[in-house]
Nanobody
C-alpha cells in the first residue's frame, strides 16, 4: 500500500531555512508527479508545490515562489521541499502526496516564530 513519511519539520526563526523530506513506498515513485501541501490551524489544506515525475517541471503557489524549492531523488523514492526566507505565515503542517493517489502521510509540523 502507499506509504508517505514526512520528516524534517521543526521550529525556526523568521528568515531562517528548513528542508522537509518525504519518503515514499508502495508505488512506482518515478512514475508519479509529487506535490507538497500545507495546512495551517483553522485553514484548508493548500497546494504549495508540484514536481513532475522526472523532475523537469516544477510549479509553486504564488506566496512561496522564489523562497521554496521542490526537488526529488527517484533513486531514493524521496521528495524534498527546501524552504528559505521563512515567514510566520508559513507555519503549518506540511504533507506530501503522489498526484492521482489518495493517500496522505502524517505530515510534519513547521513553526516559524521568534
Amino acid at each position: 500500500q502507499v506509504q508517505l513519511v514526512e520528516s524534517g519539520g521543526g521550529l525556526v526563526q523568521p528568515g531562517g531555512s528548513l528542508r522537509v523530506s518525504c519518503a515514499a513506498s508502495g508505488f512506482t515513485f518515478s512514475s508519479y508527479a509529487m506535490s507538497w501541501y500545507r495546512q495551517a490551524p483553522g485553514k484548508e489544506r493548500e497546494l504549495v508545490a508540484t514536481i513532475s515525475s522526472a523532475g523537469g517541471r516544477r510549479t509553486y503557489e504564488d506566496s512561496v515562489k522564489g523562497r521554496f524549492t521542490i526537488s526529488r531523488d527517484n533513486a531514493k523514492n524521496t521528495v524534498y521541499l527546501q524552504m528559505n526566507s521563512l515567514k510566520p505565515e508559513d507555519t503549518a503542517v506540511y504533507y506530501c502526496k503522489g498526484n492521482g493517489l489518495g493517500s496522505w502521510g502524517q505530515g510534519t509540523q513547521v513553526t516559524v516564530s521568534s
